[in-house]
């Protein structure tokens, strides 16, 4: 064996060993490292949360015939719009006149038996003035939007007889809210237009992004000690955040169907 070899043979393992330390100590920092990278770009989380935007059903007062449909399915439409057209049944309008009569008479006789009626005609006040023929069956031959929304399950079309109460069409919500209750000293680092991501509790596999639309007033929630003694509140606030949801997802998004929310940082 040679010198060099010697030195080469006798030296080696004081550099294998280190080097397998090191690579042992990478091998147990990278994750850590990974994770910790990961960790840097979210902000607060929660589970307190659900979906707060409603599906308003649009239905007729009295039974009647449709006569014209405004609208499609898919429509935007703002709170007030004529959606659709119907005459109302001609024997139901004789009902609810009949009704309507016998509410004011009892409704003039009361103020009368009260010694109401003189001040209120003194006041102008006509109490039938706004139940009569005319106006009441025009607004009962209107079905307009209750709310600002988008046509869905439109079900009807012109001719079809409609009963009392019976769902024309629903107007879902333009913007989908999701509403996460994150703790008072979380909301301070949150700011409107901050994104989040956003899963439904039972699809948690399925990630959604939105972004705060508004941060609300604080609502308490009692932790719980042992023995069922409440022993803290804990503030929380109220954050409305508007979730991007295709088309194809918005049937997932039910009223008070729970979420998950996570923030992330800017």
């Known amino acids: 064996m040679t010198a060099s070899a010697a030195v080469s043979s006798s030296c080696s393992p004081l550099f294998v060993i280190p080097l397998r330390r090191r690579l042992l100590l990478t091998l147990c920092v990278l994750p850590l490292a990974l994770a910790l990278g990961a960790c840097s770009g979210r902000g607060p989380s929660t589970d307190d949360a659900s979906v707060s935007s409603a599906i308003v059903p649009v239905t007729p007062e009295i039974a009647g015939q449709v006569r014209e449909v405004l609208v499609k399915e ?32 009892n409704s003039r006789q ?21 139940y009569n023929d005319e106006a009441n069956e025009a607004r009962l031959s ?23 109460d019976q769902v024309v069409l629903r107007l879902s919500p ?3 809210i999701v509403t996460a209750r994150f703790k008072d000293k979380e909301t301070g ?70 979420a998950i929310v996570e923030m992330r940082k800017d």
């Open 189 to 258: 680092k949150l700011h409107v237009g901050q994104e989040a991501t956003v899963r439904l509790q039972d699809e948690p596999g399925q990630a959604f992004t939105g972004r705060i639309k508004a941060i609300g007033g604080a609502t308490g929630a009692a932790g719980e000690g042992q023995a069922g003694s409440f022993v803290n509140v804990v503030e929380r606030k109220p954050v409305q955040i508007a979730v991007d949801v295709p088309p194809e997802a918005r049937a997932l998004f039910l009223p008070q169907r729970g």
């Open 74 to 105: 898919g429509d935007e439409v703002k709170k007030g719009q004529l959606l659709v057209r119907l005459t109302p049944d001609p024997q139901e309008m004789a009902k609810l006149k009949q009704s309507v009569n016998e509410l004011l008479g």
């Open 110 to 130: 009361q103020a009368y038996d009260n010694g109401q009626m003189p001040a209120l005609q003194g006041m102008g006040v006509v109490i039938d003035a706004r």
């Open 174 to 176: 333009v913007e989908v």
């Open 142 to 164: 209107q079905l307009v939007a209750p709310a600002d929304g988008r046509v869905s399950d439109l079900t009807v079309r012109a001719g079809d007889a409609l009963a009392e």
